[in-house]
T-cell receptor, first 112, second 104 residues
Framework: KAGVTQTPRYLIKTRGQQVTLSCSPI?????VSWYQQTPGQGLQFLFE???????NKGNFPGRFSGRQFSNSRSEMNVSTLELGDSALYLC???????????FGPGTRLTVL | EDQVTQSPEALRLQEGESSSLNCSYT??????LFWYRQDPGKGPEFLFT???AGEEKEKERLKATLTKKESFLHITAPKPEDSATYLC?????FGSGTKLNVKP
């Protein structure tokens, strides 16, 4: 059974640019959550999608957005990048809520 | 607002030296307490889910327990390969983790 895949694995951008990250969940999983991980803040919840609907959202500015497609694949977008957006962005899939999440390897974003 | 607090931040053990990691939580309604293991450069890997006080789960040298206010991850006779960061979560809120280092 294939795991959660994330692309790209590494990304370098400059301030002011925008970026799109992609996540393919485990087959059959309809819930996809996104997290930002930094050494100082740990794992911070961005948002969760279930059956193409955003079901929950963390405390991040509107520059962070996401969407989910009918095949459960998900993308997140960050516009007007800031230096503080440098982080590991993790995607996790699950069958539904209240159950374990399976994480991808993450996308390492560096903003210069 | 849900809160999850883990202690200690870091723990150094000798191989074979058993210990426990703590996770205290404050939530409006518990729908599962989750433990994950994260190795450097990788995404977290699911270990256990606990749903009600008194519940216990075991896997190899790890045992997770749950009370109404906290959860413990007990590590019995750890080996160097158990070195990792252990994360506790009440979705979608994660604790800051305990970085475990087991020396041979």
């Amino acid at each position: 059974k294939a795991g959660v895949t994330q692309t790209p694995r590494y990304l370098i951008k400059t301030r002011g640019q925008q970026v799109t990250l992609s996540c393919s969940p485990i087959s059959g999983h309809r819930s996809v959550s996104w997290y930002q991980q930094t050494p100082g803040q740990g794992l911070q919840f961005l948002f969760e999608y279930f059956s193409e609907t955003q079901r929950n959202k963390g405390n991040f500015p509107g520059r962070f957005s996401g969407r989910q497609f009918s095949n459960s694949r998900s993308e997140m977008n960050v516009s007007t990048l800031e230096l503080g957006d440098s982080a590991l962005y993790l995607c996790a899939s699950s069958r539904t809520d209240s159950v374990e999440q399976f994480f991808g390897p993450g996308t390492r974003l560096t903003v210069l | 607002e849900d809160q999850v607090t883990q202690s200690p931040e870091a723990l150094r053990l000798q191989e074979g030296e058993s210990s426990s990691l703590n996770c205290s939580y404050t939530v409006s309604g518990l729908r599962g307490l989750f433990w994950y293991r994260q190795d450097p450069g990788k995404g977290p890997e699911f270990l256990f889910t606990l749903y009600s006080a008194g519940e216990e789960k075991e896997k190899e040298r790890l045992k997770a327990t749950l009370t109404k206010k906290e959860s413990f991850l007990h590590i019995t006779a750890p080996k160097p390969e158990d070195s990792a960061t252990y994360l506790c979560a009440v979705h979608p809120t994660f604790g800051s983790g305990t970085k475990l280092n087991v020396k041979p």
